[in-house]
């Protein structure tokens, strides 16, 4: 089976017509079945946060294509900071691969993208957080070289 990086993958900003394909592969997965809405039609809260992100230039909602299919999503957001000498950071959140496309390397060259984005628009650090239910995730971004360096929190409103 090919790799990630043997596929004819497309890397691209996704458009709103996407949405239904993103918000897809946001619920594939167990935790993302209990918190997403990927009923028809789309639900309003994900056109208006696309629209949020769209207009934000620190803001890149990207799409994976293989074959013309969408098989992959994140979103990557540049963090202006005053801490380290005023270094930018890349956020990457939202990081998904269609189960049937999972195993394939397509999340290892996926990131190499999303890295290089970051280092394109001058980052110094690139972070992200994951869910604690997510061991196989978690071995993945430490096999990339993150560092689980800091616990991060969160407090739902």
């Known amino acids: ?3 990630g990086t043997d596929l004819d993958l497309r890397f691209r900003e996704a458009k709103v017509s996407d949405l239904a394909a993103i918000v897809a592969l946001l ?3 167990p935790l993302g079945q209990s918190r997403e809405d990927a009923g028809t039609p789309i639900n309003p809260k ?8 769209d207009r934000d230039t620190n ?3 990207a799409v994976v294509e293989l074959a013309g ?10 963090i202006p900071g005053l801490s380290r000498l005023g270094a930018w950071r890349g956020q990457i959140e939202s990081v998904r691969i269609s189960s049937a496309h999972r195993g394939l390397g397509l999340g290892h060259t996926m990131f190499t993208w999303a ?3 970051c280092r394109a628009r001058g980052c110094e650090l690139v972070q992200l957080t994951t869910d604690k239910k997510r061991p196989d995730a978690l071995r993945f971004y430490e096999s990339l070289g993150f560092v689980a360096s800091h616990d991060g929190m969160k407090l739902a409103l």
């Open 1 to 3: 089976m090919p790799s």
């Open 115 to 117: 890295i290089e984005q």
């Open 69 to 78: 299919d969408i098989v992959g999503c994140l979103q990557l957001s540049f």
């Open 46 to 53: 994900y056109l208006d946060a696309f629209a949020a992100m």
């Open 59 to 61: 803001q890149l909602l």
């Open 27 to 29: 619920a594939d997965d």
